[in-house]
């Protein structure tokens, strides 16, 4: 989910639409409290529809609130998941991920957003991370945490109360928070904070001649991550800096590339073309071929 300039959430759809506003705005939130490391905002009954973030700029929690289970459809870079959303369900990003989700019925939620910039902090003093290194969460989805619940809980009751009883308690709930966040869901923070600062030629080599190896397939970030041996997070950022495209939308170039070649060889069918790429289906190839070139692929074919 994005937010335009007001603040508000917004969706767009997985092809790069213009962003939507997404209909009727969060039941409660906490912009007009004044609380500085965090915001929570409580959505009810939001319609079906799909939301998308290119890079979160806060780490992100998620938890589901419909009562009854809902099937959502969630994808980062690399990333795709179809399940089952049930009450209590947590997603959890770190800032810099992306976050995009499809749902099919009525969808409830709290959304909780905390500042990077306060979690290093908390990190740093409590040792987990060196001076001047970066956090970085483990992206996780429907997974359930009691602990996590009821403070999130507790940050419900105070904004339902207008932020009653205070600043301070609200600072308390933000530590208690990031620590347990800190103590469960960072790992080898430390290595991560002495990665460079950009990606080396010999690393971005590697990812792009791993994925011209691997065009049959879709390939999670994880693996690609390993390949270059830095954090998922961190090679989505650096990838990006590097080439101007994430590491997905990057793959799925090449991918087009290659089908086009396919295509003037004559030698497949477009269902052909399509497996042998490790696209879901001819249609998932179609869509993304006509996004990136103009033209559907037969419509290339007649251009030939």
């Given amino acids: 989910m994005n937010e335009d300039g007001r603040g508000a959430v917004v969706r767009t759809s997985s092809d790069g639409a213009e962003p939507k506003p997404i209909r009727n705005g969060p039941l409660l939130s906490s912009d007009t409290l004044g609380w500085d490391h965090l915001s929570l905002s409580k959505w009810q009954g939001v319609a079906p529809q799909e939301a998308l973030e290119p890079s979160l700029t806060r780490h992100l929690i998620v938890i589901h609130s419909t009562p009854g289970p809902v099937k959502v459809y969630e994808r980062g870079d690399g990333l795709n998941e179809e399940g089952i959303a049930r009450?209590?369900?947590?997603?959890?990003?770190?800032?810099?991920?992306?976050?995009?989700?499809r749902w099919e019925n009525d969808l409830s939620f709290l959304r909780l957003e905390l500042d990077p910039a306060f979690?290093?902090?908390?990190?740093?003093?409590?040792?987990?991370?060196?001076?001047?290194g970066t956090v970085e969460l483990n992206h996780k989805l429907r997974f359930n945490d009691p602990k996590l619940f009821h403070l999130s809980q507790w940050l419900v009751d105070e904004l339902q109360s207008d932020g009653s009883n205070g600043k301070l308690y609200i600072d308390s709930l933000a530590n208690l928070l990031t620590v347990h966040l800190l103590q469960n869901y960072v790992s080898s923070t430390k290595k991560q904070t002495a990665a460079p600062l950009k990606m080396t030629e010999?690393?971005?080599?590697?990812?792009?001649?791993?994925?011209?190896?691997?065009?049959?397939?879709?390939?999670?970030?994880?693996?690609l991550a390993n390949v270059a041996n830095m954090s998922q997070s961190y090679l989505?950022?650096?990838?990006?800096?590097?080439?101007?495209?994430?590491?997905?939308?990057y793959f799925i170039n090449i991918r087009i590339d290659k089908a086009k070649s396919l295509i003037q060889s004559r030698d497949y069918t477009m269902a052909e073309i399509s497996a042998v790429l490790g696209f879901s289906d001819q249609s998932h190839m179609n869509r993304h071929f006509k996004r990136i070139t103009g033209l559907s692929p037969r419509e290339f074919l007649l251009t030939r």
């Fill in 87 to 101: 009450p209590g369900d947590i997603n959890l990003f770190s800032a810099g991920e992306m976050s995009y989700c």
């Fill in 119 to 132: 979690v290093k902090r908390v990190a740093e003093h409590a040792e987990i991370a060196a001076s001047g």
């Fill in 202 to 223: 010999r690393q971005v080599t590697r990812v792009i001649e791993y994925m011209h190896a691997n065009l049959d397939r879709e390939i999670p970030l994880e693996e």
């Fill in 236 to 249: 989505s950022r650096l990838f990006k800096q590097a080439t101007g495209l994430s590491p997905h939308q």
